[in-house]
T-cell receptor, first 113, second 114 residues
């Protein structure tokens, strides 16, 4: 296992288009998290899953955003009708069920033009 | 509202010196804290953590100090190396193990001069 994997690394899209990102967590980790990070800021929580259940969503996650983890393994984050304000680094992380530090992936950098 | 950290400051140190990066947190309910290192173009990398029942924890070349009285966290890096150059974030969990959701500060840029 090489850690948390995110694809693609970079995505440039036109405003109004839909985009989907994928995250493959560490296999034995039950929890999976999505965070968003803008330049010069710390990551901001978007949502998290325990196994396949989405247990919490941030107010930052508008109706245009949806995340899934259908089989409790990989997860996808979809943004519909992208806006320039969606441009950011989208980070995925995973952790064991108990409280502890996450392992982050390298992120997907989204640029909306 | 809840907040962790400061506006992004920059700490410049000479190679071989010790570095101290500071962080203030505002939520007295936080019981778990983590320091992350983020290099350009990469995701945050776990450095060290500390629970609220401790005031000091040491790792390899790093020490985290927690002062709950003034809600202050610091990361000490001994014998700073060029490879330590990165943005460092503190993060807190005021929600307990039920969610393990973290609140991050804005980070400190550590620049190591050779």
């Amino acid at each position: 296992d090489t850690g948390v994997s995110q694809n693609p690394r970079h995505k440039i899209t036109k405003r109004g288009q839909n985009v989907t990102f994928r995250c493959d967590p560490i296999s034995e980790h039950n929890r999976l998290y999505w965070y968003r990070q803008t330049l010069g800021q710390g990551p901001e929580f978007l949502t998290y899953f325990q196994n396949e259940a989405q247990l919490e969503k941030s107010r930052l996650l508008s109706d245009r955003f949806s995340a899934e983890r259908p089989k409790g393994s990989f997860s996808t984050l979809e943004i519909q009708r992208t806006e320039q304000g969606d441009s950011a680094m989208y980070l995925c992380a995973s952790s064991p069920t108990t409280q502890g530090g996450y392992t982050f992936g390298s992120g997907t950098r989204l640029t909306v033009v | 509202g809840e907040s962790v950290g400061l506006h992004l400051p920059t700490l410049s140190v000479q190679e071989g010196d010790n570095s101290i990066i500071n962080c203030a947190y505002s939520n007295s309910a936080s019981d778990y804290f983590i320091w992350y290192k983020q290099e350009s173009g990469k995701g945050p990398q776990f450095i060290i953590d500390i629970r609220s029942n401790m005031d000091k924890r040491q790792g390899q070349r790093v020490t985290v100090l927690l002062n709950k009285t003034v809600k202050h966290l610091s990361l000490q890096i001994a014998a700073t190396q060029p490879g330590d150059s990165a943005v460092y974030f503190c993060a807190e969990n005021p929600y307990g193990g039920a969610t393990n959701k973290l609140i991050f500060g804005t980070g400190t840029l550590l620049a190591v001069q050779p």
